[in-house]
C-alpha cells in the first residue's frame, strides 16, 4: 500500500488551526506565537512532514527545476558535464532533473515533454545521435523557457550553444600524427549532421593540406563511433591494398575498438599503426598502450552551459537572443602514438 504523504492540511485538520497559521509556524513567521510553532513542528515532526518545495515554488511562478538530456551517462565525458552542471546549477539555487535519450530521437522527444510537464525554468540539451530535426524544440521556444545545448549542435541551427573547438581538435590530432612521421592518416569519422563530427573531420582536412598531402576518401570510415564501429573500422583499413599507418577516430569509443582488434590480430601499437581518439574517457589512461587522446574540458562545459542559461534566464523579453561559448581543446599526448622514426629505429 503506497504511503499517504502529509500535508499543511494534514497538520491543520489535527491540530483544529488554519493552514496559513501552520504555513506561517513551519517558517517561523513572528505573527504566530511560540506556543503555536512548537506544537506544529512537534506534530510535522511525528507525522514525518515534508515541505513539497517544488509547490511552493510553482505558487510563487518558479520551478527552480533545471532539465538536462543527454545521450547517455556511460563513459567519463557525460558523467563529467553532468557534474559541472549540478555544481553551478545548485549554487544558483536550481535542482537538476537528468533524462538520457539512449542516442533515441524518439526516447529524446518523450524528454522533452517529461521536462516540460515538470515545468523546469531551462533545458540543457546534448542530442542524440539519430536527432536531425529541431521540430521538438520549438515546444520549449514557444513556452520561452531558455534552451542551451551542449557539445552536440544541429549543424546550421542558430542557436544557444556551449561546444569544444571540434576543428582545432582534429586538427591537433591529425598534426601530432603528422608531426611524428605519419603519413598514411585514416579518419574515423562520425555522423556529418551533427557539428562535432563534422568539424573534426574538417580539422583532420585541415592538417592533411597543411602537409600538402591529399585527401584520400578511401581513408575516411564513416560509422556511428561505437566499439564495435571501431572494430569494423580497422578491419576494414587493414584489408586495403596500402593500410594506413596511423588512425585518427573521433571518439575514444571506437578508437578502443580498434585497438582490441589489433591486438587480436597480434599487430602492435604504435610501431604497426598509431591510434588518436578524441574525449579523452578515463579509459584512456588504462590502456594498453596508453591512448592519445582529445581532452574536451568537460565539466567546465556543464558549468559553462548553466551559466549560459543563468544569464538568457536575466532576460525579460523571453526571447532569449543566441550566443555560443566556445573552449579550447587540448591534446594528452600518450603511448599511442609514438615518433614513428624512433621506432623504426627500435625494431631494427
Same mark, same amino acid.
Given at each position: 500500500?503506497?504511503?499517504?504523504?502529509?500535508?499543511?492540511?494534514?497538520?491543520?485538520? $489535527?491540530?483544529?488551526?488554519?493552514?496559513?497559521?501552520?504555513?506561517?509556524?513551519?517558517?517561523?513567521?513572528?505573527?504566530?506565537?511560540?506556543?503555536? %510553532?512548537?506544537?506544529?513542528?512537534?506534530?510535522?515532526?511525528?507525522?514525518?512532514? $515534508?515541505?513539497?518545495?517544488?509547490?511552493?515554488?510553482?505558487?510563487?511562478?518558479?520551478?527552480?527545476?533545471?532539465?538536462?538530456?543527454?545521450?547517455?551517462?556511460?563513459?567519463?565525458?557525460?558523467?563529467?558535464?553532468?557534474?559541472?552542471?549540478?555544481?553551478?546549477?545548485?549554487?544558483?539555487?536550481?535542482?537538476?532533473?537528468? +533524462?538520457?535519450?539512449?542516442?533515441?530521437?524518439?526516447?529524446?522527444?518523450?524528454?522533452?515533454?517529461?521536462?516540460?510537464?515538470?515545468?523546469?525554468?531551462?533545458?540543457?540539451? *546534448?542530442?542524440?545521435?539519430?536527432?536531425?530535426? /529541431?521540430?521538438?524544440?520549438? %515546444?520549449?521556444?514557444? $513556452?520561452?523557457?531558455?534552451?542551451?545545448?551542449?557539445?552536440?549542435?544541429?549543424?546550421?541551427?542558430?542557436?544557444?550553444?556551449?561546444?569544444?573547438?571540434?576543428?582545432?581538435?582534429?586538427?591537433?590530432?591529425? %598534426?601530432?600524427?603528422?608531426?611524428?612521421?605519419?603519413?598514411?592518416?585514416?579518419?574515423?569519422?562520425?555522423?556529418?549532421?551533427?557539428?562535432?563530427?563534422?568539424?573534426?573531420?574538417?580539422?583532420?582536412?585541415?592538417?592533411?593540406?597543411?602537409?600538402?598531402?591529399?585527401?584520400?576518401?578511401?581513408?575516411? /570510415?564513416? +560509422?556511428?563511433?561505437?566499439?564495435?564501429?571501431?572494430? &569494423?573500422?580497422?578491419?576494414?583499413?587493414?584489408?586495403?591494398?596500402?593500410?594506413?599507418?596511423?588512425?585518427?577516430?573521433?571518439?575514444?569509443?571506437?578508437?578502443?575498438?580498434?585497438?582490441?582488434?589489433? %591486438?587480436?590480430?597480434?599487430? &602492435?601499437?604504435?610501431?604497426?599503426?598509431?591510434?588518436?581518439? /578524441?574525449?579523452?574517457?578515463? /579509459?584512456? *589512461?588504462?590502456?594498453?598502450?596508453?591512448?592519445?587522446?582529445?581532452?574536451?574540458? +568537460?565539466?567546465?562545459?556543464? $558549468?559553462?552551459?548553466?551559466?549560459?542559461?543563468?544569464?538568457?534566464?536575466?532576460?525579460?523579453?523571453?526571447?532569449?537572443?543566441?550566443? &555560443?561559448?566556445?573552449?579550447?581543446?587540448?591534446?594528452?599526448?600518450?603511448?599511442?602514438?609514438?615518433?614513428?622514426?624512433?621506432?623504426?629505429?627500435?625494431?631494427?
Amino acid at each position: 500500500m503506497a504511503r499517504t504523504r502529509t500535508s499543511i492540511s494534514d497538520l491543520a485538520q $489535527q491540530l483544529g488551526i488554519s493552514i496559513s497559521t501552520v504555513s506561517r509556524a513551519l517558517a517561523d513567521h513572528p505573527s504566530i506565537s511560540d506556543a503555536t %510553532k512548537k506544537k506544529v513542528w512537534k506534530l510535522a515532526k511525528a507525522l514525518h512532514y $515534508q515541505p513539497n518545495h517544488m509547490a511552493a515554488g510553482l505558487r510563487k511562478g518558479r520551478s527552480n527545476l533545471l532539465g538536462v538530456i543527454v545521450p547517455h551517462i556511460d563513459g567519463h565525458f557525460f558523467t563529467m558535464v553532468v557534474k559541472g552542471i549540478e555544481a553551478v546549477a545548485a549554487k544558483a539555487g536550481y535542482n537538476v532533473l537528468i +533524462c538520457q535519450s539512449n542516442e533515441d530521437v524518439a526516447h529524446e522527444q518523450k524528454n522533452i515533454e517529461t521536462l516540460l510537464n515538470a515545468q523546469v525554468e531551462g533545458i540543457l540539451v *546534448s542530442l542524440a545521435r539519430t536527432t536531425r530535426t /529541431f521540430t521538438h524544440f520549438e %515546444k520549449v521556444r514557444m $513556452q520561452q523557457i531558455p534552451l542551451v545545448f551542449f557539445d552536440r549542435v544541429l549543424e546550421g541551427l542558430d542557436v544557444s550553444a556551449v561546444v569544444i573547438d571540434d576543428r582545432e581538435g582534429g586538427y591537433q590530432a591529425t %598534426k601530432h600524427l603528422l608531426e611524428q612521421g605519419y603519413r598514411r592518416v585514416a579518419h574515423f569519422s562520425g555522423p556529418q549532421h551533427l557539428n562535432i563530427y563534422k568539424n573534426r573531420r574538417q580539422g583532420y582536412l585541415d592538417a592533411l593540406h597543411e602537409y600538402n598531402l591529399p585527401v584520400v576518401e578511401e581513408l575516411i /570510415f564513416n +560509422c556511428n563511433m561505437a566499439l564495435e564501429d571501431g572494430e &569494423r573500422g580497422i578491419e576494414y583499413l587493414l584489408a586495403l591494398p596500402e593500410p594506413p599507418d596511423a588512425v585518427f577516430s573521433a571518439s575514444d569509443f571506437s578508437v578502443v575498438g580498434a585497438l582490441q582488434l589489433l %591486438k587480436q590480430r597480434g599487430l &602492435r601499437v604504435p610501431q604497426d599503426i598509431a591510434l588518436v581518439g /578524441f574525449s579523452n574517457e578515463t /579509459f584512456t *589512461s588504462f590502456t594498453d598502450p596508453l591512448l592519445t587522446s582529445v581532452d574536451q574540458r +568537460c565539466e567546465q562545459m556543464g $558549468q559553462a552551459a548553466v551559466r549560459l542559461f543563468l544569464e538568457m534566464r536575466e532576460e525579460n523579453d523571453g526571447l532569449y537572443s543566441p550566443r &555560443r561559448v566556445v573552449l579550447q581543446p587540448d591534446l594528452m599526448v600518450r603511448a599511442s602514438s609514438g615518433i614513428k622514426q624512433q621506432l623504426e629505429v627500435e625494431a631494427d
